[in-house]
């Protein structure tokens, strides 16, 4: 899709999903931090919305989670509301607001601090080293599916204890929960699944609660005074939560790593010779690549915000993908700069009180595997285009053509 810039920009979606395929989103987020920061679109693919497209913008809306709710009985999180009929079944910590967001939150913040991360961190390494170790050389293989997937995937299965002979079942159900194919045209292959996935977790449920504490995940909240009374339906909604953010965003930022490496690849030799780099180029990966794509909130009442009138349950669309692109901030923000000074103040993990979880455990994977990919000297070649899907949600790249150069 192209952009026609001849279009008044009170006529354009930016929710359109063609546009996050072929990378036309990028001029169009441009075009509407200059002329409309703040965009009303009354007829979207996904409804009508308010378009909220620069940094400090998007900061002051987070900070006010009192006027602007992530609950899913108000839609949700994403530009795709959440059907009223499933908000409980979909309810997660993700989806709450205060109070009840940090009592969530707080249980499950153990399972990511530093002194995890460091004992995290060895596992982390050698299978890493083991899958990169394994890549074909002297021919094209598919960077998503031989290093992004399974990466990821083992690691959701390490973070719940999950049954490892199983795990390739967390990527086909978070498939299904992100899927616009699904939602829209496959409805019943997709409640399916999902109610593959709740009975599943339902057992593991069951098998946790009737053992000691353990330091996995699950346990942790089956175990807790906050999550311990929930019940089934919101048990489910923060495993979907869980897998989608640990698995997707992971993996989608480690495959924009390969991309990012084939389109600069000055940049690898830049991190060949300085690799104190090696930390700031994993947080310039999530900045260039952001993986959500935006985050959404609902109004609570109507207010003035920025001079136009916000209606109450009027729906904000926070573009993540724009304010970390934006030219006051991040200058030549569409390159990949492995030394960029200010990489970490991307907006990819949030702002406020729903920042990111798991920040800690996306940044140390990309770290580790950058680390191995030196440690190999493995400078990767583009063998073909990259297959981005057409999602305005999520930034998902389903395959990363690659070989190994010389």
Known sequence: MTLDLAVRPDTLDPSIPERF????????????????????????????FWSISLYDDIVAIEAQPALFSS??????????????????????????????????RSTIAPAFTPSEMTRLSDSIRARTAACLDALP?????????????????????ILFDFPWDERDRLRVWSDAITSLDMIANRPQERAALLFEMAGRFHQLWQERLAAPPAPDLLSMMIHSDSFGEMDAAEFMGNMATLIVGGNDTTRNSMSALADAFTRWPEQWERLRADPSLIANAASEVIRWHSPALHMRRTALEDTEFRGHHIRKGDKLVLWY???????????????????????????SFGYGIHRCVGARLAELQLQILIEEMLRRDLKLVADGAPDRAAHPFLAIINSMPVRIGS
Request: charged share 25%; net charge negative; glycine share 8%.
């Open 21 to 48: 395929a072929d990378g036309s989103a990028h001029a169009m987020f441009t075009r509407l931090r200059h002329e409309a920061p703040i965009h009303w679109c009354a007829d979207g693919a996904f409804g009508p």
């Open 71 to 104: 609950e899913a009985k108000h839609g949700g999180v994403s530009i795709i509301d959440v059907n009223p009929a499933e908000a409980a079944y979909l309810e997660s910590f993700i989806m709450m607001d205060p109070p009840h967001h940090a009592q969530k």
């Open 137 to 157: 050389r002297g021919e094209g293989f598919d960077w998503t599916a031989r290093v992004s997937i399974p990466l990821t995937i083992d690691m959701l299965a």
């Open 321 to 347: 993908v724009s304010a970390n692109r934006e030219e006051r901030l991040f200058p030549d923000g569409e390159l990949f700069l492995v030394d960029r000074p200010n990489a970490r103040r991307h907006l």
